[in-house]
C-alpha cells in the first residue's frame, strides 16, 4: 500500500492525527449515547419500516391486483425499484474491490461505509423479486432443489433465474468481503470495552490478535476478494440488464444494455454513497476521514458514470433510427415523445444535463451542491429504470393491448418503506460498527496524513 | 500460543518504523521472535520475518474450477439427461444461457471457501478468545513478543537489553 | 341450492337438515326382512343379512360423522347408488335443443356433464342457423345457475292457482302481455286459454320491434310477416340502418348466409365478392362489416330511402338529405341499377311508409323470388307496437283488471315505461310469468316462476315449417312451472293431464302427433319420427312457394316520409350482448366488448370524432381527451325531458351531430350484473304518428359535461386504428400515427408497417399479393439469422405426429363475439367486473381487436381474432425462471398453472399480449379466506357460490390467485378427440377435434387442424397467398395463421 504518492495530493487524514486519535475518533460514536438527530432519524426509518411491512401484507392478502399492473404492464414500480436498488448496491464493492485493485487510498475513508450501504441495498432490493410474484408462498419454486416432482427442476434459460443467482452470489461475497474487513476493527472495539461489550465485540472479532501472519494472510485475502468481487459486481447488473435484452419487446431487446446497465449502477451507486457520507461525517464528526478529497473523487466519477449513461442514451436513440426496425424505432420514439414523456424529460435532466456542473471543480468540492447532486442523480437513475420498464410496456407490438399506468397507493408505500428498512439498518450500522475502516487509514497516515504529507513538500 | 501457562517476554513500540528496525536487530542477534502484534498491516514486515507469501489463492482456484465445472455440468445434465424439456424453441444443450450461473457459482465457490479457510488456518472463528498480551495492540501500540519459557534467564536478560537498545517504551512478562 | 328438494348435497351444512339427519336414523330403524335361506343363527338373530349390514355400517358411519358436523366440510360428491344409463362419469353426454328468448332463436346441442349442463353447441342439422351460434346463445347455460332465479311462487301453487282461477273468472277484460312467441304448441295452449276466458286478449309486443315492417308488409303484399332473406344470393347487400349481422331479426343465419358470399377465393384471377353498403348514423357491427358507408342523421333515415327510390326510378329528388349522403345514394343507384334480382335491400326503419318503399325498392330491383322469398317467413318478430301503446293507455284509464305478463318487461323497455309502472297499479289481478325478476314483475301480486329453457320442455316454429325441439337437460333447480303448463291449467284445459309426471311434456307430444307428425311421410309410426325430431333438434316440413304481388302505392307513402328534424340528435340501437336488455342478469354477456366500441359493463354516449389537421383527434367538445389513460368524462344528456348523466366515449363513424347509446342497460329490478350497471336510454325512445317506436330522438338541449371523470371506464380497447388516413398538403397520411404522441407528432409508418393486419380493395388483391410476399420475404431473411434450431425440432417432433394450428379468416369474421363467450364458458374463464376491466384485468383469453382503416371520416373495420398463437418459438416459455410454461412435441405452449408463481415475465414478453394474470382470487380458490372481489355487488362473490360453480368445466382446472393463463387450443378437447380414436383403434379425423371458439362460429372463420394433414380443411385453409402470420420477423414461429382482409369498396359511394 505504500507504494510512492505524488507528493501534489491532497492529504487523505487532516488535523495531525496520531493512531491513537484514529482510534478515539472512529470508535467514539458506537460507546457514547446516540444523539438526538440519531433518535429522530432512525424513529422515521422504523415509521417507514412499518409501512412497507403494512404494504406487504396488503398485496400478500388481496394479490397483485392491489398494484395498478395490467395485462399490458406485467412490471412497473416494483421491478423499477429492484433495478435502482441492485444499482445503487454497486458503489460499495466496486470502491472497496476495484478502487483496492488500482491501490486508490482514498477509498479507506469511505469503503466501509460504502460496503455497509451495498449490502443494505441489496437487501432491499432483493424484497422486490419476491413481493412482486403472484404466489409467493411458492416462491421457492425457484431454487433448484431435489423434489418429487420428477425432480422438476428450474429452468436455467430463464434471465429471472440467472437473477436469482447473481443477487444472491453478490450479497454473500460482498457480506465476507465486509466482515472479514471488519474483523480487526471489531478487535479494536474489543479491546476498549469491559464486560458485556467486550464478549460481545470479542464474539464478533472472532478472537482477533493482530498477529503479524494473520495480517499477512488477510491482506492477501482481501486482494483476492476484490480480484474476484470486480468480475462480479460487472457481471449482476449485465445479468441485470438480460432481464430486458434478452426479451423480444422492442426498446428491452437492446444489445447495448449490460454496459450501459453498469455505468448506471455505478453513477447511482456513487451517488447514494455521497448522500449518506455527506450526512455522516456531519453527524459523526469524521470530517477529518471524510474529506473533501474524497468527495471531489466521486465527484469526479459521478461526472465521468453519467457523461456514459448519457451517450448510452443517445446511442440507443441512433441505433433504434439506424435500424430501420420499425417497432425499434417506434418503441424509442413513443419513449420520448408518448405518454409517458415527463420520466424520459426527468430522466435526461437529472442524469445527463446535470451532472455537467461537477466540471467545476468549485462544484465538485462544494458539500451543498453535491448533496443535492447526489439526490438529483438517484431521482433521475430511478426514472431511468422506470422508463425502460413501463413506458415501453405500455406501447409495444400490438396497438389493441397499449395501455396507461399509475401506482397505487400500495406501491409507493412498497418504494418508500424499502427506504425504510435500507436507513433503518444503516443507522443501527453506525451505532455498532466502525463507519470507518480503522486499520486500514491508519495504514496510509504515514503517507496520507497531513502532519506527514506536509513533510514532502 | 494454544497451550496454557506460558510466560511471554514482551516490548511494546509506539512506531512501526521503529518496530521494524527492533526487528531487523534482532535477526542480527539471531533472537527468535515467538510473534509480533501491530494494529494494522505494516508493509516489509512480512519478508523480516521470513514469512512465505499465502496460498490462499491456490484454494480460491480449486474452489472455483470446482464451482465452475459443478455449475455447468449440473444445468447440462437437468436439460440433456434428467428431464429434457423445450422451452421456447432452444436446444436442450443451450450452452450460452448456461453462462451467467456458472460464472455466479465459481465466484460464490471460491470466495465461500476462501474465507472459510482463512479463519480455519488462523484458528479465529466466533467465540474464540485469545489472550491479548496488551489491550493497545490494536490501538497504537506495536509489539514484539518472546517465549520466557524457552529461554535461560541470561538469554532472557540479553532480550530485555535488546528492548531497551531498540528503544521499546515498555517491556513486561506476562503468563498467559 | 337448499330450497331444492332433490338432494343435492353439498356439505356438512346441509346435513344438518333435519329432513336429512331423520333419513340417517330411519335407514338405521327399518327392519330389514330376514333371509329365509340363510340358516346361520346369527344372522337370524341379527335379523339382517351381511350385505345390508355392511350396507348400513357405510352410511351410519358416513352419516354420522357428517350429521355430527365435524368441522371439514364434505367437498365430496357422492357417487351414484344406481347410474343412470345415459350418464357416464367423465364423459359427456349431448342433448339437441333450442335456444330462444323472446324473438332469438338458436338450434343448439347441450353438452351435460354428470347430468350438469355445462356448454352450449350449435346444431348443425339446423336449416336456419347451420351450426353457428350467436354470443347470447352460448351465455344462456349461465342463466341457468343464475342465483337471482326465481325459485317459488309467491303462494303454494295449488293455492295461488284457486286465486288465480277466482279472479279470473270475475275479470271483464283480460290482457296477456308478452313477447314474440314462436312456439306452436305455446299458441295453441294460449288458444285454450283464450277460449275460456273471452274476455282475455294477447298483446304481443317486442322491446325492439319490426312492428314498422310487419305493417308495410301487410299493406305491400298483405301478408304481416317477415319475409325470408337470401344474403348469400344477393351481390349488392344495401342496409338501412339494419344491424343484419348483429341483432336485426335472425343475425345469426343472416351472417351464415351473407359470409357465403364475402370470402373471397385467394385461387381466382379476378375474385369477386357481394358488395354490402350500409346507410346509417352510428357505426353497427354490421357497419362496421360494410364496404360503403354512407353516414346520414337518424332523422335522414327515411330521406335516404326517397333519395335511393327516386334515383332508382329517375325522379328528381328533393334536397332534404345531406349533399354527401345522396350523391352516394345516386352513384350507388346508379351501381345496382342493371344488377336484377342480385341485389337486397333492407331496412331497419320502424316506419311503415319507409318499409313500404324500402319494399317498393326490392320490387324494382326484382329482389322478389331471388334474394327475397316468402315461403319460409319468418317468425322471429311479431310485436306491434300500436297495440301495446293502446294496452298501456287503457291500463291508465283502468279499464283492465287482470294482467299475465309473460316473459315480458313492459315497465322496463316501454317508452312509456313509467306510465304503464304506475297504471299497473290500478290492475286487480296481475301475474308475472318468467325465469328470472324484472322490473314487470316487481309490479305483480302473483308470480309463477317458470323453469330455464335447459329444463324445460317446447317446441319452436322460427321460420314457417321449419320446427325445432327444446327438450329438458337437467331436472328442474328449483320449484318452477312451465308457463304454458301454467296457462293450461288455469284454464282447465282437459288436454292437459295435470297428473302426469311431466304434463305439458305429454301436451306437446299430443300436439306434435295431431299437427306435425302428419306434416311428413319419411315415418310411420309417431314414436319413431318423435324419436329422430328428439335426436336431431329440427324438423323441416315442406311450405308451397307463395307468389306475392305488391299493391302498395309508393308515391303516397313516399309523401309520408317525414322530413329530417333538426339540431343534436341521439339514435339508440340494440347491442349485440345486451339485447334491450333481456340479457343484463348474465356476467358474460355484460363482460362480452361491445365489438365497435369495445366498451364492456354498460353503455356510453358516442360522442363523434374528427381530424382537423395537427397531431390529435378532435372530438366533441374535446371530451374524452384522455380516454387512453382509462379516463373518461361525463355529460348530462336530456331528451324527453329526461335527463340523465353519461360517460362518453369517443367513436368513430357517426353522422355529424349525431350521437349514440345503447338500450338495454339501467336495469334495476334484475340479477345482480345488471343491476345499475349503465344509463337506461329506453326512456329516450319516441313513437312515430302510426305508435311505432322509433330509435332515435332529438335532443333536447346539447349535452353539457358535468365536470366529472369516470375513472371505471370499462374499455378494452382505445381507438387505436391503423390505417385511418386523411390529406395533409395534399399529400395522404396516417392521421392516427400522426395524433399518437404526448408532445409533437408520431412518425408515420410506425403502425401501418407493422405485419399485424393486410387488407385491401378487392381489385387490388394481386397487389396485396405481392405485398404479402414481399414482408414474409423479409421476415423469412430476419429469421435466417438465428441460433435456435427450429429444422431440429420440426423434424424431430413437429413433423411426427400431430403439430396443432389454426387459420382464421378475417374477411369471414364479423367480429360478433359469440366465440369470445364460447371460450368464456369452456375453459371456466373467470368473469372479473367492471372496475377490474376498467383497470385492464380482463381475463379474455381469445379477444377479437378491432382496426379501423381508410377514411378518417368514415372507415372501414379489421376484426382480428386474436389468442394464443402456441409459437414453436415462444418467448414466454424462454424466461419463466420455474418452466411452468413450455412446449408440446405437438406444438402447442402449455401451461402449468400448479408450477406458476406468477413473474409475470412471460406476460411482458409476450408480443400478442395474451397472457392474463389471476390478479385477485377472481374464482375463489385461494389459500386466503374473504378476499375475493365482486363483481357487481353481489352477495356472495360471483362463482363463490355452489349453484353458478354447477357450470364449471370439470375438464378444465380452475385457476387460483396470482397464476398466469392463457388459450390452450382446448387441450382438453384436443385429448378428449386423441382418447376417443384410440379407444375407436382408429387415426383422428379431420373434425374430430374442434376448440369452443371454431364450433361457436357462426361465418366459419376459425379453421383448426393438424398441420400434418396435407389433404386436412387446415392445408387447404393456408394454400393462399393472403395467408400470413402476425409479427412474423420476430421469429416466433407462431401456428395461428390469418388471411388478409378483403373489402369492396366502390369510392364514387362515399
Keep these: 500500500m505504500s507504494s510512492v504518492v505524488s507528493p501534489i495530493r491532497q492529504p487523505l487524514v487532516k488535523g495531525g492525527k496520531t493512531y491513537h486519535q484514529i482510534t478515539e475518533d472512529i470508535c467514539s460514536p458506537t460507546e457514547r449515547m446516540p444523539s438526538t438527530q440519531w433518535f429522530i432519524a432512525f424513529a422515521v426509518s422504523i415509521a417507514f419500516l412499518g409501512v412497507f411491512a403494512f404494504s406487504v401484507f396488503w398485496t400478500v392478502y388481496w394479490g397483485i391486483g392491489s398494484w395498478n399492473l395490467n395485462r399490458t404492464i406485467g412490471w412497473s414500480w416494483d421491478i423499477t425499484n429492484f433495478v435502482w436498488w441492485v444499482g445503487i448496491g454497486h458503489a460499495g464493492t466496486l470502491i472497496s474491490a476495484i478502487l483496492l485493485l488500482f ?16 449490502i443494505f441495498a441489496v437487501i432491499c432490493a432483493g424484497q422486490y423479486p419476491l413481493i412482486h410474484v403472484g404466489r409467493i408462498w411458492l416462491v421457492f419454486f ?124 455505478i453513477f447511482s451507486g456513487f451517488a447514494m454513497v455521497q448522500t449518506l457520507m455527506i450526512i455522516t461525517r456531519k453527524v459523526l464528526k469524521l470530517q477529518d476521514y471524510i474529506t473533501l478529497e474524497h468527495i471531489e473523487s466521486m465527484n469526479k466519477v459521478i461526472l465521468v458514470t453519467g457523461t456514459i449513461v448519457g451517450v448510452a442514451y443517445l446511442t440507443e436513440l441512433f441505433i433504434a433510427w439506424y435500424s430501420g426496425y420499425i417497432y425499434e424505432q417506434f418503441a424509442f420514439y413513443n419513449r420520448v415523445l408518448g405518454p409517458f414523456y415527463w420520466s424520459y424529460i426527468g430522466m435526461m435532466t437529472c442524469n445527463v444535463l446535470s451532472p455537467q456542473i461537477f466540471w467545476w471543480k468549485k462544484m465538485r468540492r462544494n458539500i451543498f451542491v453535491t448533496f443535492i447532486m447526489s439526490l438529483f442523480v438517484n431521482v433521475g437513475m430511478w426514472f431511468e429504470r422506470f422508463v425502460i420498464i413501463a413506458t415501453t410496456l405500455a406501447r409495444d407490438y400490438l396497438p389493441s393491448s397499449w395501455s396507461y399506468y399509475t401506482p397505487t397507493w400500495v406501491e409507493i408505500g412498497l418504494f418508500v418503506g424499502t427506504l425504510g428498512l435500507f436507513f433503518t439498518l444503516f443507522l443501527l450500522f453506525t451505532r455498532v460498527a466502525p463507519v470507518v475502516a480503522i486499520a486500514e487509514v491508519k495504514s496510509i497516515l504515514k503517507t496520507s496524513g497531513d502532519q506527514y504529507s506536509h513533510e514532502e513538500h | 500460543m494454544e497451550n496454557q501457562n506460558k510466560s511471554v517476554l514482551f516490548g511494546l513500540y509506539n512506531d512501526e518504523e521503529v518496530l521494524m528496525s527492533a526487528i531487523q536487530q534482532a535477526n542480527e542477534k539471531h533472537l527468535d521472535i515467538m510473534e509480533v502484534f501491530t494494529p494494522f498491516p505494516v508493509h516489509g514486515i512480512d519478508e523480516l520475518l521470513g514469512f512465505k507469501e499465502s496460498r490462499l489463492h491456490i484454494v480460491g482456484f480449486i474452489f472455483g474450477a470446482i464451482g465452475c465445472s459443478f455449475a455447468f455440468l449440473f444445468m447440462t445434465w437437468v436439460f440433456t439427461a434428467d428431464w429434457p424439456i423445450i422451452f421456447g424453441g432452444k436446444p436442450y444443450f443451450s450452452a450460452p444461457a448456461f453462462i451467467p450461473i456458472t460464472f455466479e457459482l465459481t465466484v460464490l465457490f471460491a470466495s465461500i471457501a476462501m474465507v472459510v479457510t482463512f479463519y480455519a488456518i488462523c484458528g479465529l472463528w466466533p467465540g474464540k478468545v485469545n489472550p491479548t498480551l496488551d489491550d493497545r495492540i490494536t490501538d497504537d501500540k506495536f509489539c514484539i513478543a518472546f517465549d520466557a519459557n524457552a529461554h535461560s534467564e541470561e538469554e532472557l536478560n540479553a532480550i530485555k537489553l535488546f528492548f531497551s537498545e531498540t528503544n521499546a517504551e515498555e517491556v513486561h512478562t506476562k503468563d498467559i | ?147 337471482n332465479r326465481l325459485q317459488n311462487p309467491t303462494k303454494d301453487w295449488a293455492e295461488m292457482d284457486t286465486e288465480i282461477k277466482d279472479a279470473l273468472a270475475s275479470a271483464n277484460n283480460i290482457r296477456i302481455i308478452t313477447n314474440t312467441n314462436m312456439s306452436p304448441t305455446a299458441q295453441k295452449a294460449m288458444g285454450e286459454f283464450l277460449a275460456a276466458y273471452p274476455k282475455a286478449q294477447v298483446v304481443t309486443y317486442d322491446a325492439v320491434s319490426a312492428s314498422g315492417m310487419l305493417e308495410a308488409n301487410e299493406v305491400s303484399f298483405g301478408l304481416p310477416t317477415i319475409p325470408n332473406y337470401h344474403f348469400d344470393k344477393a351481390d349488392n347487400i344495401i342496409s338501412f340502418g339494419a344491424d343484419f349481422l348483429g341483432t336485426w331479426i335472425s343475425a345469426g343465419e343472416y351472417a351464415h348466409g351473407y359470409a357465403k358470399n364475402r370470402k373471397v377465393d385467394p385461387k381466382a384471377e379476378n375474385p369477386t365478392m357481394s358488395h354490402h353498403t350500409q346507410v346509417e348514423s352510428y357505426m353497427s357491427l354490421t357497419g362496421s362489416n360494410a364496404d360503403n358507408r354512407i353516414m346520414v342523421r337518424p332523422s335522414e333515415q327515411g330521406a335516404a330511402i326517397k333519395a335511393f327510390y327516386n334515383a332508382l326510378v329517375g325522379n328528381n329528388m328533393g334536397s332534404e338529405l345531406n349533399e354527401k349522403a345522396s350523391n352516394a345514394l345516386k352513384a350507388l343507384a346508379d351501381k345496382v341499377k342493371g344488377a336484377n334480382g342480385k341485389t337486397l335491400v333492407v331496412s331497419g326503419s320502424n316506419n311503415v311508409a319507409e318499409q313500404v318503399v324500402v319494399n317498393a325498392i326490392n320490387e324494382y330491383l326484382g329482389s322478389y323470388g331471388s334474394t327475397i322469398t316468402f315461403d319460409r317467413t319468418s317468425n322471429q318478430r311479431q310485436g306491434l ?365 410506425g403502425l401501418t ?188 362473490p360471483f362463482g363463490a357460490d355452489n349453484l353458478t360453480r354447477m357450470v364449471l368445466n370439470p375438464d378444465v382446472t380452475v ?91 366502390d369510392e364514387a359511394i362515399s
Excluded at chain 1, 491501490?103 to 451495498?118: F, I, P, S
Excluded at chain 3, 346369527?42 to 352419516?63: C, H, I, P, W
Excluded at chain 3, 400434418?1012 to 412474423?1032: H, I, P, R, T
Design chain 3, 1 to 147: 341450492m337448499k330450497n331444492n328438494n332433490k338432494e343435492v348435497w353439498i356439505g356438512h351444512n346441509d346435513l344438518n337438515s333435519p329432513e336429512l339427519q331423520e333419513m340417517a336414523k330411519q335407514e338405521f330403524a327399518n327392519n330389514i326382512p330376514v333371509v329365509d335361506t340363510m340358516a346361520d343363527e346369527q344372522v337370524m338373530e341379527s335379523s339382517t343379512n351381511r350385505r345390508d349390514f355392511l350396507k348400513y355400517l357405510g352410511f351410519g358411519l358416513g352419516a354420522a360423522t357428517v350429521a355430527a358436523s365435524c368441522e371439514i366440510p364434505v367437498k365430496r360428491a357422492i357417487p351414484y347408488v344406481v347410474k343412470p344409463d345415459e350418464i357416464v362419469p367423465g364423459v359427456a353426454t349431448y342433448y339437441a335443443s333450442s335456444f330462444v328468448k323472446g324473438g332469438d332463436y338458436t338450434s343448439i346441442l347441450v353438452k351435460t356433464r354428470e347430468g350438469r349442463p355445462i356448454k352450449i353447441e350449435g346444431n348443425s342439422l339446423s336449416p336456419v342457423t347451420h351450426g353457428g351460434t350467436t354470443a347470447r346463445a352460448q351465455a344462456a347455460v349461465l342463466d341457468l345457475y343464475n342465483v
Design chain 3, 753 to 940: 408497417e407493422r405485419s399485424i393486419i393486410y387488407q385491401a380493395n378487392l381489385n387490388e388483391v394481386n397487389d396485396l399479393k405481392a405485398k404479402i410476399a414481399e414482408k414474409r420475404e423479409f421476415a423469412k431473411h430476419l429469421n435466417d439469422a438465428t441460433l435456435y434450431p427450429y429444422e431440429e425440432y420440426q423434424e424431430k417432433f413437429y413433423s411426427q405426429g400431430h403439430h396443432w394450428g389454426m387459420a382464421i379468416d378475417l374477411n369471414a369474421c364479423i367480429g360478433c363475439g359469440a366465440c369470445q363467450v364460447a371460450c368464456v364458458a369452456e375453459n371456466n374463464v373467470p368473469v372479473v367486473g367492471k372496475t377490474e376491466v376498467s383497470r385492464h384485468h380482463e381475463m379474455t383469453w381469445l379477444r377479437i381487436d378491432r382496426y379501423f382503416f381508410g377514411d378518417h371520416e368514415n372507415p372501414n373495420t379489421v376484426y382480428q381474432p386474436m389468442m394464443c398463437q402456441h409459437c414453436d418459438n415462444a418467448p414466454c416459455e424462454n424466461v419463466c425462471p420455474v418452466g411452468a410454461t413450455n412446449h408440446s412435441s405437438e406444438g402447442l405452449n402449455q401451461m402449468t398453472y400448479n408450477r406458476c408463481i406468477g413473474t409475470r415475465y412471460c406476460a411482458n414478453n409476450c408480443p400478442f399480449k395474451v397472457r392474463r394474470l389471476n390478479w385477485y382470487d377472481y374464482t375463489t380458490a385461494d389459500l386466503f379466506g374473504g378476499n375475493e372481489v365482486y363483481v357487481n355487488g353481489e352477495e356472495i
Design chain 1, 103 to 118: 491501490r486508490q487510498k482514498w477509498r479507506t475513508g469511505v469503503n466501509r461505509a460504502a460496503e455497509a450501504m451495498t
Design chain 3, 385 to 749: 307496437d300500436k297495440p301495446m301503446a293502446k294496452l298501456v293507455s287503457d291500463l291508465k284509464g283502468g279499464k283492465v283488471d287482470a294482467v299475465f305478463v309473460m316473459d315480458a318487461n313492459p315497465a322496463y323497455d316501454l317508452p312509456e315505461a313509467a306510465d304503464f309502472a304506475e297504471a299497473m297499479a290500478k290492475v286487480k289481478t296481475s301475474v308475472f310469468i318468467s325465469t328470472v325478476p324484472n322490473e314487470t314483475g316487481a309490479l305483480c301480486k302473483y308470480v309463477a316462476p317458470a323453469p330455464h329453457f335447459l329444463e324445460a320442455w317446447g317446441d319452436v316454429e322460427p321460420k314457417a315449417g321449419m320446427y325445432s325441439i327444446i327438450q329438458p337437460t337437467i331436472a328442474p333447480l328449483f320449484n318452477t312451472r312451465q308457463a304454458e303448463e301454467s296457462l293450461l291449467v288455469w284454464a282447465d284445459s282437459s288436454n292437459l293431464n295435470a297428473e302426469a309426471d311431466q304434463p305439458y311434456f305429454e301436451y306437446l307430444k299430443a300436439n306434435w302427433e295431431a299437427n306435425m307428425f302428419p306434416k311428413q311421410n319419411n315415418f310411420l309410426s309417431f314414436q319413431t319420427f318423435w324419436d329422430k325430431t328428439l335426436h336431431d333438434g329440427v324438423f323441416t316440413a315442406p311450405v308451397a312457394a307463395s307468389n306475392v304481388r305488391n299493391a302498395a302505392d309508393v308515391n303516397t307513402y313516399l309523401a309520408q316520409i317525414a322530413k329530417p328534424g333538426q339540431g343534436e340528435e341521439i339514435v339508440l340501437f340494440e347491442t349485440v350482448a345486451m339485447g334491450a336488455g333481456q340479457y343484463a342478469e348474465n356476467p358474460w354477456l355484460q363482460e362480452l366488448p361491445d365489438p365497435v366500441t369495445r366498451t364492456t359493463w354498460g353503455n356510453y354516449f358516442g360522442i363523434p370524432i374528427t381530424w382537423e389537421g395537427g397531431n390529435s383527434m378532435v372530438t366533441y367538445q374535446n371530451l374524452n381527451q384522455e380516454e387512453y389513460k382509462g379516463k373518461a368524462d361525463v355529460v348530462e344528456v336530456s331528451v324527453n325531458g329526461k335527463a340523465q348523466d353519461i360517460t362518453c366515449i369517443a367513436s368513430f363513424g357517426l353522422a355529424a351531430n349525431t350521437f349514440s347509446a345503447a338500450l338495454g342497460f339501467g336495469r334495476m329490478e334484475v340479477g345482480f350484473a345488471g343491476k345499475g350497471v349503465g344509463t337506461n336510454s329506453m326512456a329516450w325512445l319516441s313513437r312515430d304518428n302510426d305508435g311505432n317506436v322509433q330509435y332515435f330522438n332529438i335532443l333536447d338541449a346539447e349535452p353539457k359535461p358535468t365536470g366529472e371523470i369516470d375513472y371505471e371506464f370499462p374499455c378494452v380497447q382505445y381507438h387505436h386504428t391503423f390505417g385511418i388516413t386523411g390529406q395533409e398538403d395534399g399529400k395522404e397520411i396516417n392521421v392516427d400515427e400522426k395524433t399518437l404522441m404526448a408532445i409533437g407528432e408520431g412518425f408515420q409508418g
Design chain 1, 142 to 265: 425457484i431454487f433448484p432443489y431435489p423434489n418429487t416432482r420428477g425432480p422438476l427442476w428450474v429452468n436455467f434459460n430463464s434471465p429471472l433465474l440467472w437473477d436469482v443467482f447473481a443477487i444472491s452470489t453478490y450479497l454473500t461475497v460482498s457480506l465476507l468481503f465486509w466482515y472479514t474487513g471488519l474483523v480487526p476493527d471489531f478487535a479494536t472495539l474489543r479491546d476498549r470495552s469491559k464486560g458485556i461489550r467486550r464478549r460481545i465485540y470479542n464474539g464478533l472479532s472472532f478472537g482477533w490478535t493482530g498477529s503479524a501472519k494473520h495480517w499477512q494472510r488477510w491482506e492477501a485475502l482481501s486482494l483476492i476478494l476484490a480480484g474476484l468481487a470486480t468480475p462480479l459486481v460487472l457481471s449482476v447488473h449485465t445479468i441485470v440488464s438480460f432481464d430486458f435484452a434478452t426479451s423480444v419487446i422492442p426498446g428491452w431487446h437492446t444489445t447495448i444494455f449490460p454496459p450501459y446497465f453498469v455505468a448506471g449502477a
Design chain 3, 959 to 1049: 385457476r387460483s390467485r396470482g397464476v398466469i393463463e392463457k388459450c390452450s387450443f382446448c387441450v382438453q378437447r384436443i385429448q378428449e378427440g386423441k382418447l376417443t380414436a384410440k379407444k375407436e383403434g382408429r387415426s383422428l379425423r379431420e373434425g374430430d377435434i374442434k376448440p369452443a371458439c371454431q364450433t361457436a362460429c357462426v361465418t366459419g372463420a376459425i379453421t383448426f387442424g393438424d398441420f400434418n394433414n396435407e389433404n386436412g380443411a387446415l392445408a387447404k385453409a393456408l394454400d393462399s397467398e393472403l395467408n400470413y402470420l402476425v409479427l412474423e420477423e420476430t421469429n416466433v414461429q407462431s401456428s395461428v395463421h390469418y388471411s388478409a382482409k378483403i373489402i369492396n369498396r
